[in-house]
């Protein structure tokens, strides 16, 4: 009763709004893989051991007298509890709070934004995070964290039953560490079983680089392979065993795409388990686009956070990298300009395009699901990696108004027609919608092929890498068409019909409307002409040569970086029927006043047609209703 008469206060603290919700969810769903609870928790037990590892290696005195790391784990049916015992680095107070109270890691608790209460939709969500220590309320009433930071003198005990609330109080612990003790349900007593629990260690732990120890009664029994993955030889391991490692070092849960496991021998010496993954992290694109793979030196685990061991387009990878020639004492600080994490830089670079080069060729299907998920990240590459920029572009997929699926460049260019000089690519917000673009009209009706592209960086790098194989890049939505040198059947048939002195003539009849257009429009467009990129729609808009491309100044303008786009020019369709009634009024008296609304509403449709609120709703719906009001009565 020695402890109960030191009087120890009790805090009560509540989660974090977004914690209860996860925990609620977690609680309530009937959650088929509840084994997994062990997984996490022996997880965070071993990257404890990682942290104080690398800690030790300036501060020594930090594991004096206890310098093995293991993991216990006791069963006591009893009692009914399971406990998890590490002997890592341990928390102190304040993070106790932060890392058992909140959730920390960028972008999860916008996520948890999204769940909607206990669905399945939600469990999916869930499975793309990965719920870590919160799992345990899956199995468990009430858990139990005892825990003393290495170095530290007091312990604290943290306690919580999962419903909003969690406690804190001083507590006792013999040595450096964290206890995690779980109050099983009465529906979970199987995990009390040590059978059941070898089963689950040896399933999803082995690879755990710290021994695992089960004790039972009087002896203890290590249950995991206590090696580092990466150093025993590929053939020694299994699929599934490669699968468990990724879900550990990645926190993922799907399948991983690709496995990468090297050994590099040579001037420098290092080896690697990179896995690329099936599924888009949920965060991959948060801001800081850090790389995530982790660094060991000797197996001793370094860092997550070298940001030079990758470039921030490879940030999709996840596994681990270690390093036999950095000083074990390296500090964080000492990796930056290292020429040696340079070297490996290339070295997984290269590795990395050479299988994604080999997957792209030999498993189209397959790397058109990787597209999907990454492809925004590759086009980051061709970006912003001068050096491998020509690698990347061979590996570029994108939709396109010829074929069905993905098309490369290099088969673009095969079809490009006679007197084709350049790339044709429209950009937008999705490709569905970009197909309908008023602007593909005279490439569809020439058979050009034009390049569907709906990611926000594809206005960045198109301009910025120009071309491909010498062919220039051209938005359609940009600058004249060009479509005069492109022989195809379909058009040279249509143009028969026509002489070269009707041709005039319409450019003739054009004049006046034109003229009529550019003075009610004024300063709203830059210009008016006709259009070679019209068959179909009476009006589209285009920028300017010189200037930003129309979807590049909508992204800028979102994001606040520009004030107001520019005017465009507006290119009319001769052959339209409303044009041509347009440009028989244009001739006549007074036609300035009849056609001002006539003029105007056709900026606003080009507007409309460009997914664009039109600059003024009031007058729009005011024009619209004069003119049916003229069409109808
Ligand atoms: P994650 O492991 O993905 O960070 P978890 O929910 O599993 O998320 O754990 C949250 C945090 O709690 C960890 O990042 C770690 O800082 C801390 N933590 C959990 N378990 C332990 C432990 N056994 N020893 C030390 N710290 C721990
Ligand atoms: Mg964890």
């Not at 890691?105 to 996520?111: H, I, L, N, Y």
């Not at 979102?558 to 244009?586: C, F, G, K």
């Amino acid at each position: 009763m020695a402890k109960a008469s030191k009087t120890k206060k009790t805090e009560k603290l509540s989660f974090q709004a977004e914690v209860s919700r996860l925990l609620h969810i977690v609680a309530h769903s009937l959650y088929s893989e509840r084994e997994i609870f062990l997984r996490e928790l022996i997880s965070n037990a071993s990257d404890a051991c990682d942290r104080l590892r690398y800690e030790a290696l300036t501060k020594p005195k930090l594991t004096q007298g206890d310098p093995d790391f293991c993991i216990k784990i006791s069963a006591d049916k009893e009692a009914g509890t399971l406990t998890i015992a590490d002997n890592g680095i341990g928390m102190n107070r304040k993070e106790l709070i932060e890392n058992l109270g909140t959730i920390a890691r960028s972008g999860t608790a916008a996520m948890i934004d999204k769940l909607k209460g206990d669905t399945k939709e939600d469990i999916n969500l869930i499975g793309q995070f990965g719920v870590g220590f919160y799992s345990s309320f899956m199995v468990a009433d009430k858990v139990t964290v005892t825990t003393r930071k290495a170095g530290a003198a007091g312990a604290f005990v943290w306690e919580s039953d999962g419903m909003g609330e969690f406690t804190l109080r001083e507590g006792e612990r013999p040595a450096r560490g964290t206890t995690v003790t779980l109050k099983i349900k009465d529906d979970a007593k199987e995990f009390l079983e040590p059978d059941r629990i070898k089963h689950i260690v040896t399933t999803y732990s082995d690879h755990i680089p710290v021994p695992i120890n089960l004790l039972e009664g009087e002896t203890s029994d290590r249950i995991n392979d206590a090696s580092a993955l990466w150093t025993r030889p590929r053939n020694k391991i299994k699929a599934d065993q490669y699968k468990e490692f990724y879900h550990h070092v990645a926190h993922a849960t799907d399948e991983p795409w690709a496995t990468l496991h090297f050994r590099v021998e040579g001037v420098i010496e290092y080896s690697g388990l990179l896995y690329i993954p099936t599924a888009r992290p949920f965060n991959i694109f948060h801001p800081d686009r850090k790389n995530q793979v982790k660094l060991y030196v000797k197996r001793v685990f370094i860092t997550d956070e070298c940001e030079e061991l990758l470039p921030s387009w490879l940030r999709f990878l996840r596994g681990v990298v270690d390093s036999e020639d950095l000083d074990l004492n390296v500090s964080r600080e000492m990796l930056q300009n290292n020429p040696i994490v340079a070297k490996i830089k290339n070295g997984l670079v290269t590795r990395v395009l050479n299988e994604l080069k080999k997957k792209a060729e030999k498993e189209p299907d397959s790397y058109a699901g990787f597209w999907e998920a990454f492809g925004a990240l590759i086009k980051e590459g061709i970006y912003e990696s001068f050096e491998n920029r020509d690698d990347l572009l061979s590996l570029l997929r994108c939709h396109s108004t010829t074929d069905e699926g993905l098309v490369s460049l290099e088969s673009y260019l095969g079809r490009m027609k006679k007197g084709q000089d350049a790339i044709y690519y429209i950009t937008g917000e999705n490709a569905e919608a970009l197909k309908q673009s008023p602007q593909l009209e005279g490439f569809r009706a020439r058979d050009v092929e034009v390049l569907l592209l709906s990611d926000p960086i594809d206005d960045f790098w198109l301009p910025a890498v120009g071309q491909y194989k010498e062919k220039p890049f051209k938005s359609v939505t940009q600058g004249g068409a060009d479509l005069g040198n492109i022989e195809t059947p379909k058009v040279k048939k249509k143009d028969d019909k026509k002489s070269a002195a009707d041709d005039a003539k319409s450019a003739g009849e054009m004049g006046d409307l034109i003229a009529l257009l550019k003075l009610t429009l004024e300063e709203k467009v830059t210009d008016v002409r006709t259009s070679e990129r019209l068959t179909d729609s009476a009006v589209c808009l285009v920028a300017d040569e010189t200037g930003l491309d129309m979807n590049l100044e909508r992204i800028l303008k979102q994001h606040n970086q520009i004030n107001q786009v520019t005017s465009r020019i507006l290119e009319i369709n001769p052959d339209h029927s409303l044009i041509q009634s347009l440009a028989l009024s244009a001739k006549k008296k007074g036609a300035q006043d009849k056609l001002e609304d006539a003029a105007l509403l056709l900026l606003d449709q080009a507007q409309i047609l460009e997914g664009e609120p039109v600059s003024d709703p009031v007058a729009f719906s005011r024009r619209m209703e004069a003119v049916m009001a003229k069409g109808f009565i």
